[in-house]
């Protein structure tokens, strides 16, 4: 329940961020994930904090970030998107190597590939023509795929971060986005009208998502949840078809069935 609830919640992205596309990525991750962080923050909640696990939180929060957002300024953003979305099966083929006794049996590979499948097919409708763009766009595509599943594993490995981890992982890759805005993109003053998206974007998908996956990732098996995070860019798109000016196609459908499929031949 934990892991749908957060796969719900990052389905909105595509959403919020067409609603906030005006304001350069870096300072709309980095206000979004210091609105997260403040979200979970207890007093005295960060004493005691184990550097490693706030290391292996900054590695998970900001490095996915910092590769996803320079992939989609060098290579076109549906075949950056489609290379990021290998992260679920990377999770899947990488249990094994870091989370001891979880090999992956058939039925997460089957499903694995079903829901990457359906993603292709996803993605594909956005494609104009053979990959093209920037070598070094699709590279950082991949880190970031690699970066998230394995810090999605070794949550499971190390026993997770809890709420107080995560909130300080969320305030300093907030902190640490800010200063990528500064460095590489223009200056641009928030507006007061944006508010209420961001704050929207910041409590749910930047923030209370990535509470619940740590304690999903932590308590659940890794490869059925790898299987169920196929389902983000199928609701994504859904999202976008009722609110943000998209529709449905025949692919989207194909697609659909793959996902689905894939959710629920890998959970069973």
Do not use: Q
């Not at 094994?96 to 409708?125: E, K, Q, S, T, W």
Request: proline share 6%.
């Amino acid at each position: 329940m934990n892991a749908f609830a957060a796969i719900l919640l990052w389905s909105t992205v595509a959403l919020l961020g067409f609603r906030l596309r005006h304001i350069p990525p870096f300072l709309l991750v980095g206000t979004a994930l210091l609105i997260g962080g403040l979200a979970g923050l207890r007093r005295g909640a960060l004493r005691g904090l184990r550097p490693a696990t706030v290391l292996l939180g900054v590695y998970g929060l900001f490095s996915y970030h910092f590769c996803l957002f320079l992939a989609l300024r060098l290579a076109p953003p549906v075949e950056a998107n489609l290379l990021n979305y290998l992260w679920p099966l990377l999770m899947v083929v990488l249990a094994p190597l870091i989370v001891p006794g979880c090999a992956p049996r058939p039925r997460h590979l089957v499903g694995a590939a079903l829901g990457f499948g359906g993603v292709v097919i996803l993605a594909a409708g956005g494609l104009s023509g053979p990959f093209s763009g920037s070598f070094a766009g699709y590279g950082l595509a991949l880190a970031g795929a690699v970066i998230w599943a394995t810090y999605s594993l070794m949550i499971k490995r190390f026993g997770g971060s809890g709420t107080a981890g995560v909130s300080a992982c969320c305030l300093i890759s907030g902190a640490l986005s800010l200063a990528c805005h500064a460095a590489f993109e223009p200056h641009y003053s928030l507006a007061l009208a944006d508010a209420p998206l961001l704050f929207l974007l910041g409590v749910g998908p930047m923030g209370s998502a990535f509470y619940l996956w740590d304690r999903a990732v932590k308590e659940g098996d890794p490869r059925v949840i790898a299987t169920l995070a196929f389902l983000t860019p199928l609701l994504s798109t859904l999202w976008l078809t009722l609110f943000g000016g998209g529709r449905l196609t025949p692919a989207s459908a194909a697609a659909a069935v793959l996902i689905v499929g894939g959710a629920v031949v890998g959970s069973r």
